[in-house]
């Protein structure tokens, strides 16, 4: 490990060494060469081979040198993007994975300014255990990926949804009132159960268990999880969504 962690910067530096080196030399032929092909003509008086060398070369040079600098730029701003992308959403779902969504939530419960009522939600997918045994893995994150499809077609604009567990999702609903939460847990609920979804030609049924909680005053992320995780196992079946009132 030692000896290819060495031998990387020696091939590194070799590259960025022998580019200059090369173009430089390159540079220098093709100015060269130019000039002395205009010697050879006696149709150019020496202002004009002059003006002639002082267009071409910069023209020959520059035009493919930016075009690659501008070509190098849009690839770096893709990567970064693609990087900034993995590390703040769920590759599987698309959803915000679970480190980013709990401090997007904790961050807007310590702001000192702004809406602090809302609710927060806790969406279990049911019967992914069984989708994964009789039909393999690969459906069982097909379930997710149209699950959590499922979910963002049913929630606000302002809300917030990140997979907060192998098969368990979060949503924030800043400012919602306990009517609003119950009618966003319902949409989920009627979405995720008209999904269309038959594993090697089998029809099965998708359905989920909610619960949450509705709060007077932001709460920390941990704070809501509890409260919302506790009612969601007294849950026992898939028919409503259950939410509780704390006053703080």
């Given at each position: 490990m030692t000896t290819k962690a060495q031998i990387a910067p020696v091939q590194t530096w070799k590259h960025i060494v022998w580019l200059p080196l090369l173009g430089t030399a390159a540079c220098l032929g093709l100015s060269l060469g130019l000039n002395y092909l205009l010697l050879l003509s006696d149709a150019l008086t020496p202002f004009g081979r002059s003006v002639v060398t002082a267009t071409l070369v910069p023209i020959v040079i520059s035009l493919p040198l930016f075009a690659l600098l501008g070509w190098k730029q849009v690839e770096i701003r893709r990567y970064?993007?693609?990087?900034?992308r993995s590390g703040t959403y769920d590759r599987l779902t698309g959803c915000l994975n679970g480190a980013v969504f709990t401090s997007m939530v904790?961050?807007?419960?310590?702001?000192?300014a702004g809406p602090r009522s809302g609710a927060f939600l806790v969406i279990h997918p049911e019967h992914l255990a069984s989708i994964n045994l009789r039909f393999g893995l690969g459906w069982g994150?097909?379930?997710?990926?149209?699950?959590?499809?499922?979910?963002?077609?049913?929630?606000r604009k302002e809300d917030l949804i990140g997979r907060i567990g192998n098969s368990m999702f979060g949503v924030f609903l800043p400012g919602a009132t306990k009517q609003d939460a119950k009618e966003v847990g319902e949409r989920i609920r009627e979405a995720v159960g008209q999904i269309y979804f038959a594993p090697k030609g089998e029809k099965d049924v998708l359905a989920i268990r909610a619960g949450g909680v509705v709060f007077e005053h932001e709460l920390a992320f941990d704070d809501m999880y509890r409260s919302a995780e506790e009612l969601l196992l007294e849950v026992q079946d898939d028919t409503n969504v259950a939410l509780s009132q704390i006053t703080n």
């Open positions: 970064r993007q693609e990087l900034t904790d961050r807007r419960a310590a702001r000192p994150d097909e379930a997710l990926r149209l699950i959590a499809s499922a979910i963002r077609s049913s929630v």
